[in-house]
């Protein structure tokens, strides 16, 4: 199995293992949150279809963060390809929230002119 960060265990910037550190930890790795939103949006998936919705993910990191995201319970493998838990949408439906500030954070930022917006 692969070693994910996982609650009560030292992780990236906790050394108590918070919960909410070894969920930061875990889906703060590269394209974690993209796959398990991926999933959500465009429901079961196989190798091949993820990797296209994905984009520019390479075929190690998708095969890695899948293993990941298995063993934390949040991907599973079904007869379809790789799907969301219910664990899996109930952490993106946690996500959505965070998306509309950070398009709120980027209007701000464009309005001042420090940077430009991508309004997705």
């Known amino acids: 199995m692969v ?3 996982k609650p009560g265990q030292k992780v ?4 108590s293992g918070a919960p909410i550190m070894a969920l930061f930890d875990l889906l703060g790795r590269r394209w974690a949150m993209g796959v398990l939103w991926t999933l959500c949006m465009h429901g079961p998936s196989t190798f091949g279809e993820l990797q296209n ?8 990191v998708l095969s890695q963060r899948l ?6 319970r949040f991907v599973e493998k079904t007869p ?12 993106q439906s946690q996500l959505v ?11 701000t930022l464009e309005r001042e002119g420090g940077f430009l ?4």
Not at 67 to 72: C, D, G, I, P, T
Request: glycine residues 6%; neutral net charge.
């Open 67 to 72: 293993k990941e995201l298995q063993e934390a």
């Open 97 to 107: 929230p965070l998306r509309e500030i950070a398009l709120i954070w980027a209007r």
């Open 117 to 120: 917006a991508v309004n997705q």
């Open 53 to 60: 919705l994905c984009e520019t993910i390479s075929p190690a």
């Open 3 to 5: 070693e994910i960060p």
């Open 80 to 91: 379809s390809g790789y799907a969301p838990t219910e664990l899996g949408r109930q952490v």
């Open 12 to 15: 990236r910037g906790s050394r």
